[in-house]
Structure formats: structure tokens, C-alpha cells
């Protein structure tokens, strides 16, 4: 203990003595003249290497700017699929474009000023109180500016909140999120979701949807997600667990899905998968990417592994909340198709009550299994019969 005060003392009367030096160095500043190498005071080489400096600085500032618009300019999101993604393209290119030239021409003056005055030995700064009508220029240009990009921003957000549920042939869809993936639930011919609890999930059952609710009878569950073009789908979102982020990017969409309550949003989707398929900027892109894949898999071929199958585009589905260790990959792969085609999948598909009853009618099959088994007249019968019904026991009991 006596040992750590006496380092603790030598340890603050290094920094006292140091600190002493240090102020009877600064109490030197001036003795020496103003151009000497020493001085502490900026001299006029200092000021002009540091005006220079500044002048160099705007320029890195427009060299980098030009170079990343040249080298990252083409990562900005493509064709927007929605019906309202070109107003959302709109006011973000022109929020865009406006700060690019406000920010251009305020770094050049910044910049130009700090270079213009510089300190110059025997210059004395000229006081200027005030002027009103500078003071007033410089006050409104950013109040009318502002005010427009806000009302416009506010009329574009309630044009694309609104939602008119009444509006014919719209399309109903659940979408659930939970750690770490999406599935979604048609809300069928009624065109009316049955309810759901988190407390109904058992089984086939994943989202907890009320099989007592009449509107529920007709609901389908998918784990891709089909759109009609043409047409608006409303979305209501539930989370099982933690708070997700549902974001489909290529139709300028995004809401948070929030575990406890329901959110909603809808777009109309205008773009197929195969037109998409089709647009230059898409083309261009899964050419990259595929060139990138194709050289990877020429590496792995190298090492003996099994070659990258070459990437056609897709619409996602993504999450855009870190919501846990595998959020990066939750993601639903999103179909637009026609509205015929769309039709087609759909009835192709089965109800979830079909579902949930083949489910129950299988596990009592299973329940009564052993005593088949354990009768010895038919045991081959018994064995065929036993088999695949403990499977989906078995599988559901891992669901749950
Ligand atoms: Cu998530």
C-alpha cells in the first residue's frame, strides 16, 4: 500500500514538473521575433501554406465527389415497380440534386474566403457589426427552399399512405415475420384475413391464425410471396418476436413490423419479374454479378468444390432491422405475374384449414398406430401404415 502512494506522489510531481515546464515555455512566446523558426506565433509562410491547404482541400472535395459518382453512381436502385416509386424517385432526386449544388458552391466560398483572408503580417481584422439586409437574404432563400421540399415531401407521403381499402380487386396479404424469415397468408376469396394470435400457432399452424374464425377458413399461407400487377395489395404486418423491418426496395417500400400489434402499407406493382428481367439497368447489373460468380466459381472448380449456379434477378422481401445473428439472410423471394397467372398460383394452393385438418387427421392416425403394430394378424400392413404418419409427429413436435 505504501509503495502505490509513494508511485502514485512521483507519478504527480512528473506531471507538476512537466506542466511547470510547459508554462514557463509558453511565458517565453513573443520574446523571440515573429519570423524566427522557433516562434510560436504564424508567420506569413505559415499563413499562405495553410491557405494553400484549404484551396487543395476544396479540391480533394471535388475530385472525390466526381470520382464517387463515377465509381459508386450506378449502385443507386433501379427502375422503381410501384405505381408510386417515380414520385418516390422525384423528391429524392430532387433533395438530391439540390444539396449537390447548394453543397458546391457553400465549400467553394468557404474554402475561397479562408484562402483570401489569410493572416498577413501587420493586417488587423476589419469589425463589421451587422447588416440586415445580408442577414435577411441569407435567411429566407433557405426558409422558401425548405419549406417547398417539406410540403412536397408531405404530400408525397400522404399520397402514398393512403390506403382505399375499398377500392375494387384489391388483394389482401398478411405478412409475418419472425426470426429469421417471412411468410405470408392470403386473405382467400372473402378478401378478409381471419384473425390470429400468437397463442393459436401449433403445427402447420405457423401463424397462429384462429381456425374458429369464418374469414379464416378460406386464408392461404404461402413462403413465397406472389403479386398481381395492376393491382393494389394491402399489406398487414405482424411479428412473432422482435421488432423486423419489412423493406422491398425495388418497389420503394418499407414499414416496421412491430411483435404486438399490426402495421400496414400497400403499393400497386406495375413491373412483372420477366419485364424486369428485361430492363437494361437489371441486365446489366446480373451481368456483373454473374462475371464476378463465374470467376469465383472457376476457383472453387480449382479446388475440386461444386461451381456458383449463375444468379437471375429476383424481387425480395428483406429485413431492415438487425433483429438477430441471421437477420442478413431473412429474406422472401417476391413474384409479380400477371393477374391470370397470379390467379392460377393462388388456387393452386392449398387452404390453410385443408391443411390444418389433414395435419389433425394424420396425427390421430399416428395416435392409433402402435395398435395396429402390436396386432399380429397384419404386420406388413401395419408397418406401411405406421410410417409416414409418426414422420409428421415427429416433424411437428420440432416445429412447435
Ligand atoms: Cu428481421
Redo the contacts with the bound molecule.
Keep these: 500500500m505504501t509503495s502505490l502512494l509513494i508511485i502514485i506522489v512521483l507519478v504527480l510531481l512528473g506531471i507538476a514538473i512537466w506542466q511547470l515546464t510547459k508554462i514557463f515555455h509558453l511565458t517565453q512566446v513573443g520574446t523571440a521575433g515573429a519570423n524566427d523558426a522557433n516562434s510560436e506565433i504564424a508567420n506569413d509562410r505559415d499563413n499562405n501554406v495553410n491557405g494553400y491547404v484549404m484551396f487543395a482541400f476544396l479540391g480533394f472535395i471535388y475530385v472525390f465527389t466526381i470520382y464517387s459518382l463515377y465509381k459508386w453512381g450506378h449502385l443507386v436502385l433501379g427502375t422503381p415497380a410501384s405505381e408510386h416509386g417515380p414520385q418516390y424517385d422525384n423528391l429524392m432526386a430532387i433533395s438530391m440534386w439540390l444539396i449537390f449544388i447548394v453543397q458546391t458552391i457553400t465549400q467553394f466560398l468557404l474554402h475561397y474566403f479562408a484562402f483570401k483572408y489569410r493572416g498577413k503580417e501587420g493586417k488587423t481584422a476589419f469589425y463589421y457589426a451587422d447588416n440586415d439586409k445580408l442577414e435577411f437574404i441569407w435567411t429566407i432563400i433557405p426558409v422558401i427552399v425548405l419549406a417547398g421540399l417539406i410540403l412536397y415531401g408531405l404530400y408525397a407521403w400522404t399520397n402514398i399512405m393512403f390506403i382505399d381499402e375499398q377500392k375494387k380487386d384489391t388483394v389482401f396479404v398478411e405478412v409475418y415475420?419472425k426470426?429469421?424469415s417471412w411468410e405470408v397468408r392470403y386473405a382467400g376469396e372473402d378478401g378478409v384475413l381471419g384473425k390470429a394470435n400468437v397463442r393459436y400457432i401449433e403445427g402447420v399452424n405457423t401463424l397462429g391464425v384462429d381456425m374458429s374464425d369464418p374469414n379464416a377458413q378460406d386464408d392461404i399461407q404461402s413462403t413465397e410471396l406472389h403479386l398481381p400487377k395492376g393491382k393494389q395489395v394491402v399489406f398487414k404486418f405482424r411479428s412473432q418476436d422482435?421488432?423486423?423491418?419489412a423493406y422491398f426496395p425495388h418497389f420503394r417500400a418499407q414499414m416496421n413490423?412491430v411483435p404486438g400489434m399490426v402495421t400496414e402499407f400497400a403499393f400497386t406493382p406495375t413491373i412483372t419479374t420477366d419485364e424486369m428481367r428485361q430492363d437494361p439497368k437489371i441486365v446489366n447489373k446480373v451481368a456483373h454479378i454473374n462475371e464476378i460468380r463465374s470467376k469465383k466459381s472457376a476457383e472453387l472448380v480449382a479446388e475440386g468444390k461444386t461451381p456458383l449456379d449463375p444468379y437471375t434477378f429476383d424481387y425480395l422481401l428483406l429485413?431492415?432491422?438487425?433483429?438477430?445473428a441471421s437477420?442478413y439472410n431473412?429474406q422472401m423471394k417476391v413474384v409479380v405475374e400477371d393477374d391470370a397467372d397470379f390467379k392460377k398460383w393462388l388456387s393452386g394452393k392449398e387452404k390453410l384449414s385443408a391443411a390444418v385438418k389433414k395435419a389433425k387427421e394424420e396425427a390421430a392416425a399416428a395416435a392409433a398406430a402402435p395398435e395396429a403394430e402390436a396386432a399380429p394378424a397384419k404386420p406388413a400392413d401395419s408397418a406401411t401404415a405406421a410410417k409416414p404418419d409418426s414422420t409428421v409427429v415427429v416433424a411437428q413436435v420440432v416445429k412447435k
Design positions: 415475420a426470426q429469421f422482435v421488432l423486423h423491418s413490423v429485413c431492415n432491422k438487425i433483429c438477430g437477420h431473412m
